[in-house]
């Protein structure tokens, strides 16, 4: 299978450029499923009902969430009836939406997709490493699906690694969001998991982390309350991370960092055919 994961969307810069580039990347690079991170998609602060409809028919699959899932009052309601959009599943019991869920992919293929949120330096939810266990003891990755991802939305780098390998061999990728900056060790585990500590955003780089430039550099200078935070309305760049897999057990077979338009130098991953 070919699969892409896009990282988190930030603003109108992010959704324009998915909705500009994902078709055709789609097409070029034969995908199977595209997962997309949401959580910042409303103009930086969580995401509606109609942009997720938005980001539907520009050839997403399914959308993640995080920290941001429950900035737009509405998400606390429509999240129960859509049931492509996910929050992070170790959210205690209760809250409303579901953190994993498995999808049918093209030609009827399924696929887990796990979403969970670290607790370094993020808010102190449920252990993210037992929930996820606990998941993965119900599907067999290469037998009841066909491919396997989890999305990790954390800040600690270390926490993110420490996931990779400790799920290594389970699942088909392990992504990490939150942090906005595509980093550079896309790599596959011993295992066989394909890995990136951050996918990066789909949004504005010229920025700070996708946010307009002025409040939070006041913040950091002068320590003192501020406007409230705004995305940056630049030309986005849609970055990502292209996972491969092997039919038969659902391990990675490549792994390639994705990146499309705005200021950050692309690459596009060559689609090797047989």
Same mark, same amino acid.
């Given at each position: 299978m070919r699969l892409l994961f896009c990282g988190d969307i930030v603003g109108r810069?992010?959704?324009?450029?998915?909705?500009?580039r994902l078709p055709a990347l789609r097409r070029d690079l034969d995908l199977d499923f595209v997962v997309?991170?949401?959580?910042?998609?409303?103009?930086?602060?969580?995401?509606?009902?109609?942009?997720?409809?938005?980001?539907?028919?520009?050839?997403?699959?399914?959308? =993640?969430?995080?920290?941001?899932?429950?900035?737009?009052?509405?998400a606390m309601e429509f999240i129960a009836r859509q049931p492509r959009l996910l929050r992070p599943h170790n959210y205690p019991s209760g809250a409303p939406g579901r953190g994993f869920a498995v999808f049918e992919a093209r030609g009827g293929r399924k696929v887990l997709l796990l979403n969970v949120m670290g607790r370094l330096f993020m808010d102190p939810l449920d252990d993210p490493f037992a929930c996820v266990t606990a998941e993965l003891a119900k599907h067999r990755l290469g037998g009841t699906v066909a491919a396997a991802i989890l999305d990790l939305h954390a800040e600690a780098s270390s926490e993110k690694m420490a996931m990779g390998h400790f799920v290594d061999g389970r699942v088909s990728l392990v992504v990490g969001t939150h942090t906005h900056v595509p980093t550079a060790d896309a790599q596959i585990l011993p295992g066989g998991t394909a890995y990136q500590t951050d996918a990066g955003m789909c949004g504005d780089y010229d920025s700070v982390?996708?946010?307009?430039?002025?409040?939070?550099?006041?913040?950091?200078?002068?320590?003192?309350?501020?406007?409230?935070?705004?995305?940056?309305?630049?030309?986005?760049?849609?970055?990502?991370?292209?996972?491969? =897999?092997?039919?038969?057990t659902g391990l990675a077979r490549r792994v390639a960092p994705l990146r499309q338009g705005g200021r950050l130098a692309e690459t596009l991953p060559a689609l090797e055919r047989a």
């Amino acid at each position: 299978m070919r699969l892409l994961f896009c990282g988190d969307i930030v603003g109108r810069s992010g959704r324009d450029v998915v909705a500009e580039r994902l078709p055709a990347l789609r097409r070029d690079l034969d995908l199977d499923f595209v997962v997309a991170n949401a959580e910042n998609a409303a103009g930086g602060f969580g995401v509606t009902e109609k942009i997720c409809e938005e980001l539907f028919a520009a050839g997403v699959d399914a959308l =993640t969430g995080g920290n941001h899932s429950w900035d737009q009052r509405e998400a606390m309601e429509f999240i129960a009836r859509q049931p492509r959009l996910l929050r992070p599943h170790n959210y205690p019991s209760g809250a409303p939406g579901r953190g994993f869920a498995v999808f049918e992919a093209r030609g009827g293929r399924k696929v887990l997709l796990l979403n969970v949120m670290g607790r370094l330096f993020m808010d102190p939810l449920d252990d993210p490493f037992a929930c996820v266990t606990a998941e993965l003891a119900k599907h067999r990755l290469g037998g009841t699906v066909a491919a396997a991802i989890l999305d990790l939305h954390a800040e600690a780098s270390s926490e993110k690694m420490a996931m990779g390998h400790f799920v290594d061999g389970r699942v088909s990728l392990v992504v990490g969001t939150h942090t906005h900056v595509p980093t550079a060790d896309a790599q596959i585990l011993p295992g066989g998991t394909a890995y990136q500590t951050d996918a990066g955003m789909c949004g504005d780089y010229d920025s700070v982390i996708g946010m307009a430039k002025p409040a939070p550099i006041q913040r950091f200078t002068r320590k003192l309350p501020t406007e409230r935070l705004t995305a940056a309305q630049g030309p986005g760049t849609l970055c990502a991370v292209f996972v491969e =897999t092997d039919d038969t057990t659902g391990l990675a077979r490549r792994v390639a960092p994705l990146r499309q338009g705005g200021r950050l130098a692309e690459t596009l991953p060559a689609l090797e055919r047989a």
